[in-house]
T-cell receptor, first 111, second 115 residues
Framework: DSGVTQTPKHLITATGQRVTLRCSPRSGDLSVYWYQQSLDQGLQFLIQYYNGEERAKGNILERFSAQQFPDLHSELNLSSLELGDSALYFC??????????FGSGTRLTVV | QQQVKQSPQSLIVQKGGISIINCAYENTAFDYFPWYQQFPGKGPALLIAIRPDVSEKKEGRFTISFNKSAKQFSLHIMDSQPGDSATYFCAASKGGGGSNYKLTFGKGTLLTVNP
């Protein structure tokens, strides 16, 4: 157990739908990063939050959004889903001295 | 634009052999270079990392070699074991890999170690 918890582990949904992925960072870590892993693009950085504030944006589509709550858990919202959004979505938390720790991911399948 | 290029895509090694995976980067601002190991159904896990002030770092059977002038770094796995079979990712970051800096990943190498 890495200490980073992601739910759900698997998600199957139809095109056009909206889903929410949840991440609880390792205890004490203030930074949360979201990454998308697909076969063709590899691991791509989506967005980072630090203590509730957005700090950096990567290749995140406008249909996607995220937030970090006061208890430091984060949610990634994916809307108007397309077949191409099928991928593994990882969150990672960062702590001084511990570096980055990844969760086990959410496998999203859009049908 | 792929800022970190990783090769080979796949690698098959016999038990006891040496596995070598190479990465090249473009952004000279990168100053933290970790390697991650990923097993099926799991997230990437940090294996070993290096900063550009040293040319080599060794932890057990795993060694990173770093060539700053060539903007290349590589992972060597000595005495490879079947349990090392996994996907390996190189990555790079600015700011020493601190909390405000994202990781840029290579596309991964699928390592298979045959018994």
């Amino acid at each position: 157990d890495s200490g980073v918890t992601q739910t759900p582990k698997h998600l199957i949904t139809a095109t056009g739908q909206r889903v929410t992925l949840r991440c609880s960072p390792r205890s004490g870590d203030l930074s949360v990063y979201w990454y998308q892993q697909s076969l063709d693009q590899g691991l791509q950085f989506l967005i980072q939050y630090y203590n509730g504030e957005e700090r950096a944006k990567g290749n995140i589509l406008e249909r996607f959004s995220a937030q970090q709550f006061p208890d430091l858990h984060s949610e990634l919202n994916l809307s108007s889903l397309e077949l191409g959004d099928s991928a593994l979505y990882f969150c990672a938390s960062y702590g001084t001295g511990n570096g980055y720790t990844f969760g086990s991911g959410t496998r999203l399948t859009v049908v | 634009q792929q800022q970190v290029k990783q090769s080979p895509q796949s690698l098959i090694v016999q038990k006891g052999g040496i596995s070598i995976i190479n990465c090249a980067y473009e952004n000279t601002a990168f100053d933290y270079f970790p390697w991650y190991q990923q097993f099926p159904g799991k997230g990437p896990a940090l294996l070993i990392a290096i900063r550009p002030d040293v040319s080599e770092k060794k932890e057990g059977r795993f060694t990173i070699s770093f060539n700053k002038s060539a903007k290349q770094f590589s992972l060597h796995i000595m005495d490879s074991q079947p349990g090392d079979s996994a996907t390996y990712f190189c990555a790079a970051s600015k700011g020493g890999g601190g909390s405000n800096y994202k990781l840029t990943f290579g596309k991964g190498t699928l390592l298979t170690v045959n018994p």
